[in-house]
């Protein structure tokens, strides 16, 4: 779990409208996005019917259209 250590933003009435964390914070945040985005990405990859293709093969698919252009 992140220790997250924030400086808020207020308005004159003190509610609070900004955020100010230091950037090692905002990294670390950015890093569990990141990873939650390819388990996402990966839970929906299973779930799907189309047929997988092992990874080297991939990569020569792609690297064959590189070439291509």
Avoid: Q, W
Avoid at 35 to 46: P, Q, S, W
């Amino acid at each position: 779990m992140l220790t997250l250590n924030p400086h808020y933003i207020t308005d004159n009435t003190g509610k609070k409208i900004s955020v100010v964390l230091p950037i090692k914070d905002f990294k670390a945040i950015m890093e569990e996005l990141e990873e939650l985005e390819d388990i996402k990405l990966y839970d929906e990859a299973k779930k799907s019917d189309e047929a997988s293709i092992p990874i080297e093969d991939a990569f020569k698919m792609i690297e064959a259209e590189r070439k291509a252009k």
